[in-house]
Structure formats: structure tokens, C-alpha cells
């Protein structure tokens, strides 16, 4: 029997979902070696599913975006915080890492496909005197340049009497687990509830330069890798004269402009060039909702055809957009209420430490190993079903043209095969 090439093999297993990925690596030490390597798990990233994480009070929840409509049951979470009110926030998702924390602010660096976390050491801020506590957000991100997974927390004071804010900015680094001081950031956050949005190594808020009514808000973005603020530019037709929102969305990032009777969501489809901004659509309260009234809109994710938009409305549903029709669709999600919130993360080996790319020594073990086509169909056999598991996935029919073509290649007839 002709034995399969890693790079076959390799190809084959990064579109495998994490789930059966690990059923592979107990399988034996060659699949072991090779899908513990930092060269797959970066490959497989790449080609990860995208998940929904659904926050619903303390509990977390997982859904496919893709099945939302077929009433299927959302998976619970078992996240590692404890709950002391019955509360839980993610601060931020990247590369299959979720960053989430408690009332009690304790923080988190978590992978739910691995199930496995990182504690994260708190962080510690002096009030100035005279000034009120008015908030706190975080961001959270990778560095590429550092190889780094880095988290920015923002301490916001007010000063109702004099009119005037001030914030204390602390940066986290997993390299050095600690903890350090930045300069303050000269602007006013304009939502406390909303966490930086990751986006071309930068985190991303809406802001003010003044506590001023008259003052047009504005998106900055924090640089992960020169650790400093800048200025977004915005859509021509955009002024920040109505109220904003970021998001993510398809990888981009979105800006939401509240107009009062409408909601107009732009993407910028070229990171950082002002010419890029697209308005995408308009959602209007008259026109979409009927007597449901529009309080707040975040895009999350398009379906797999790209023809229809996934947004959240009022922090408490889910709704989809269809681009084509202009028609509004709400979610029906079995067991929820009314109050949730939604975060993208994709299905990652990515553990929550940093991964070493000194591996030459692991992939020459690997070129070593033998595999033959019977073990890869071993497996990827699941016990509890009487076909093979692998063919139910996305991308099962590249899998079977993958192996016919082998097969082929090598002389090898597809039935002499199945009888072995």
C-alpha cells in the first residue's frame, strides 16, 4: 500500500474542525508530533470554522452562524471564572483566544475548543483625586512583529465640576506576564461598554476629544506594535456629529453611524486608506422593523455566500440582513432570552501561552513517520456512527478527491483500497 506524503497529510487535517483533531492526535505519537507542531497549528488556523459565542448573564454559549436558522441547541460553555453576580464579559477574541473577566476583575485567556486557560495577574490603577470612576474597557489582540498576545486596559476619571477626564493606560504582555504603565490617552470614551475592536494589529474605540455636547465623535486605534494612539479616518459623508459604534465584520472594520431614524453600517475594505469605506447597508426602523424601534446595531459575521449580514440589535437579538432583498430576519435561538450578546471566534489549536517556532528538530521526526491511507480512514473513524465522520464536515468531498487522486497516482485502485 502507498504510503501518504506529511504534506497530503497535512493539507488534509488542517480542514478537519478542532473536535476532530483532537480524536486524531490520541490516535498515536506520529499524528501527535505533527499536530502538536506550531507549523500546523498556524496552517490550520488559517482554515479554522468560525464560531459564535453567544453571552447570555454568567453563561457562555457556542453556535455555528451558519445553522442559526435550523433551531439547533447551542452548545454551553464551561468557562473557567467564577460568577459572584451572576455576570461575565468578554473583553476580546483573536485566533481562537477568548479574553473574559468577572465583576470581581479577574481575567482570563481562554481557548474553548482546547479548554484550556491562562490566569492573567491583575492590574492595578491609582484614582486621581477629585475625579469619579467612570469606566473601564479593555482590548485585547496579537502582535505580530513580537509574536506577542497583548491586552490594553483603559481607566476612565471624570470631573464633573471642572468638566474634565483623565485615563491611566496599562499594557499586558503574555512574554513578560506583567503588567506596565503608558501614557494617558488625551481623549473621552464615548461607550463604556464597548471593548477594542481588533483589527490589522490595532484596537479600536469611539472617542471624543472634549467633554463638550458639540463635539463630533471619532474612532482611534490603539497600535499594538509601536504601543501608541492614532486617529482612524472616517467615510467622507461620516462627521461624528451622530453617535458611533465599531465592529468587526468579514475582517474589516465597521463603523456604525446612528442618524436617529436609521442606521447606515460602513466597512472599510482596505485597512487604513480612507477611499475604501463602503456604506455596506441601511437598517430603518419604519422600514425593517415595524413596531420593534432600533436602539443599537452591531454587525457580527456574513454567512458563507457573503450575501447576508449577521447583526446584533438592542444587545438582546440576532438578526440577519439579506444584501439582496433588504429584508430583516430574526434568530430564534432555543433556550435564550432576550438579553444576549455576541462575539466572533474561530475553532483554534491555539493554546493560551505563546508558541515557539524552533520546531526544525519536530518536522524532520515527522518526515520520518510512515502514513498509510488505511490509518489516515482509522482516524478519522468515529466509533459511534457507522460511516466516517470526516466525510460530514465542510470540506469532506476535497478529502475524498484528495485520496481518489492519490490513489490513482500510485496505481492503486480506489476498490482494491476500500478492501483492505
Excluded at 448573564?57 to 471564572?81: F, V
Excluded at 489516515?376 to 465542510?394: A, D, E, K, M, P
Aim: glycine share 4%; with cysteine.
Amino acid at each position: 500500500m502507498a504510503n501518504l506524503p506529511v504534506e497530503v497529510i497535512t493539507e488534509i487535517l488542517s480542514r478537519l474542525p478542532v473536535k476532530s483533531l483532537l480524536r486524531c492526535r490520541s490516535t498515536c505519537k506520529c499524528w501527535r508530533s505533527l499536530i502538536d507542531t506550531t507549523h500546523f497549528i498556524l496552517f490550520h488556523l488559517t482554515k479554522s470554522h468560525t464560531a459564535l459565542i453567544i453571552r447570555h448573564r454568567s453563561h457562555l454559549y457556542s453556535l455555528d452562524p451558519q445553522t442559526l436558522n435550523c433551531h439547533h441547541k447551542p452548545l454551553e460553555l464551561t468557562h473557567p471564572l467564577m460568577c459572584y453576580s451572576n455576570s461575565i464579559k468578554v473583553l476580546g477574541s483573536c485566533n481562537g483566544l477568548l479574553c473574559i473577566s468577572n465583576v470581581a476583575d479577574d481575567i482570563a485567556l481562554w481557548n474553548p475548543s482546547l479548554r484550556r486557560h491562562r490566569i492573567l495577574p491583575a492590574d492595578r490603577f491609582h484614582r486621581p483625586e477629585s475625579s469619579l470612576f467612570a469606566a473601564r474597557v479593555y482590548g485585547f489582540g496579537f502582535d505580530a512583529l513580537s509574536n506577542d498576545y497583548k491586552l490594553v486596559s483603559i481607566t476612565y476619571f471624570v470631573d464633573l465640576h471642572n468638566r474634565t477626564f483623565d485615563s491611566q493606560v496599562q499594557l499586558y504582555t503574555l512574554k513578560s506576564d506583567a503588567w506596565r504603565n503608558l501614557p494617558n490617552m488625551p481623549y473621552a470614551l464615548c461607550c463604556a461598554r464597548t471593548m477594542g475592536v481588533f483589527v490589522s494589529s490595532s484596537l479600536h474605540w469611539v472617542v471624543t476629544r472634549k467633554l463638550e455636547p458639540d463635539q463630533p465623535d471619532l474612532v482611534v486605534a490603539f497600535d499594538l506594535t509601536r504601543e501608541r494612539f492614532r486617529e482612524v479616518p472616517l467615510p467622507v459623508t461620516v462627521t461624528g456629529n451622530f453617535d458611533m459604534e465599531v465592529a468587526l465584520l468579514g475582517g474589516c472594520l465597521s463603523v456604525v453611524e446612528n442618524r436617529g431614524n436609521a442606521f447606515d453600517v460602513w466597512v472599510m475594505r482596505q485597512y487604513g486608506l480612507r477611499d475604501t469605506w463602503v456604506k455596506l447597508f441601511t437598517l430603518s426602523d419604519n422600514v425593517h422593523t415595524g413596531s420593534v424601534k432600533f436602539k443599537s446595531v452591531r454587525p457580527l459575521a456574513f454567512d458563507h455566500e457573503r450575501d447576508r449580514v449577521l447583526f446584533e440589535q438592542n444587545r438582546s437579538k440576532l438578526c440577519w440582513y439579506d444584501l439582496g432583498s433588504g429584508e430583516v430576519g430574526y434568530v430564534q435561538i432555543t433556550g435564550m432570552g432576550n438579553s444576549i450578546e455576541g462575539t466572533v471566534c474561530v475553532g483554534s489549536l491555539v493554546p493560551p501561552s505563546l508558541l515557539c517556532h524552533d520546531e526544525r528538530l519536530g518536522h524532520e521526526n515527522i518526515r520520518k513517520k510512515r502514513y498509510t491511507i488505511p490509518m489516515l480512514i482509522h482516524c478519522c473513524f468515529n466509533q459511534n456512527q457507522s460511516v466516517i465522520s470526516v466525510f460530514t464536515f465542510r470540506n469532506g468531498k476535497l478529502l475524498i478527491l484528495l485520496l481518489l487522486l492519490y490513489c490513482v497516482l500510485c496505481g492503486v485502485w480506489f476498490c482494491k483500497f476500500c478492501s483492505v
